[in-house]
C-alpha cells in the first residue's frame, strides 16, 4: 500500500532533509539569531521538521556580517 504513494513521499522527504541539513549548517557557522538561541533553534529546525528550517530561514536568522 504505502509503495502506491512513494513516488510522492521520496521527493517530499528528500526536500525536508536538504532544507534541515542547510539550516543546521547554517546555524552552527553563523550563531548570530533575531530570536531566541542556538539550542531553541536547533529543536525547531529538527522536530518541526518542513515548517521549522523554513521559520528559521524566514525569521530566526540574523543578519550576517
Known amino acids: 500500500m504505502i509503495q502506491n504513494y512513494l513516488p510522492f513521499l521520496i521527493p517530499i522527504i528528500v526536500l525536508e532533509l536538504i532544507l534541515a541539513l542547510s539550516a543546521l549548517i547554517h546555524l552552527l557557522r553563523h550563531q548570530s539569531f533575531r530570536f531566541g538561541n542556538l539550542f531553541i533553534w536547533i529543536i525547531i529546525v529538527l522536530f518541526l521538521q518542513i ?7 524566514t ?4 543578519e550576517d556580517a
Not at 525569521?59 to 540574523?62: P, S, V, W
Open 51 to 57: 515548517i521549522g528550517p523554513i521559520l528559521y530561514f
Open 59 to 62: 525569521i530566526g536568522r540574523g
